[in-house]
C-alpha cells in the first residue's frame, strides 16, 4: 500500500534540499565579482570590481599623464620652496637689465643737457666776447638745475625699474605655479569623474 505520509515527507525533503541548493547557488552567484570598465580608442581607461561587497576600481593613466603629473608634482614642490629664491643667474639677468636701462637714461641726459651748454657758450661768446658775465652765469645756472632734476628722476626710475623686474620675475613664477597646478587638477578631476563612473550602478 503506498505511503502517503512517506511520499510527503519525501517530497518535502526533496523541496527543502532544491531550496537550499538554490539558496547556496544564490550566495555564491552572489560572491562572484562582478566587474565593468571603460575604454577610449581601444584602451582601458578604468576598471571597476565588486566583490564579497567591496567595490575595487583602478584607473589606467597613459604614459603622458603619468609624465605630465610627475612633472607637475617635482616642479610644484621644488617652485613653491623656492618662490622667494633668486639664483645668481636671475639676479644678474635683472642687473643686467637695470644697467642698461641707466646708461641710456644718462646718454639721454647728455645728449640734450650737453647741446644745450655748447649752444650757450658759443652764443654767450659771440656776443659778449668772453663767459665771464651774468647773462651766462643765470643761462648755465638754469640748465644745471633743470639737468640735476632730470638726473634725480633718473635715479627714482631706476629703482621703479629695478622693482618692476622683480615683480615681473614673481608674477611669472606664479604663472607658471599655477599652470603647473591647473595640469595636475585636470588630471585628477579626469580620474574622479572616471572612477565615479566605474563605481556607479553596482
Do not use: C, W
Request: glycine fraction near 6%.
Amino acid at each position: 500500500m503506498f505511503n502517503v505520509e512517506a511520499a510527503l515527507g519525501i517530497a518535502s525533503a526533496g523541496s527543502s534540499l532544491l531550496g537550499s541548493l538554490m539558496g547556496g547557488a544564490s550566495n555564491v552567484l552572489a560572491q562572484l565579482p562582478k566587474s565593468k570598465s571603460f575604454s577610449i580608442n581601444g584602451n582601458e581607461v578604468v576598471k571597476s570590481k565588486v566583490k564579497g561587497g567591496k567595490v575595487t576600481t583602478n584607473f589606467n593613466l597613459s604614459d603622458d599623464e603619468q609624465n605630465i603629473l610627475n612633472y607637475a608634482n617635482q616642479n610644484l614642490l621644488k617652485g613653491l620652496q623656492n618662490i622667494n629664491v633668486f639664483s645668481d643667474d636671475v639676479q644678474k639677468s635683472i642687473q643686467n637689465q637695470v644697467k642698461a636701462y641707466t646708461n641710456q637714461g644718462i646718454k639721454n641726459i647728455n645728449s640734450t643737457y650737453t647741446p644745450m651748454f655748447r649752444n650757450l657758450r658759443n652764443d654767450i661768446a659771440s656776443r659778449f666776447g668772453n663767459l665771464d658775465n651774468s647773462v651766462f652765469m643765470d643761462n648755465l645756472n638754469s640748465i644745471e638745475q633743470n639737468r640735476t632734476s632730470a638726473i634725480e628722476n633718473l635715479t627714482e626710475n631706476i629703482l621703479a625699474k629695478q622693482a618692476e623686474l622683480y615683480d615681473q620675475e614673481m608674477n611669472y613664477r606664479y604663472n607658471y605655479l599655477n599652470q603647473l597646478s591647473s595640469a595636475r587638477q585636470g588630471i585628477n578631476s579626469n580620474i574622479l569623474d572616471f572612477l565615479q563612473m566605474a563605481a556607479s550602478g553596482y
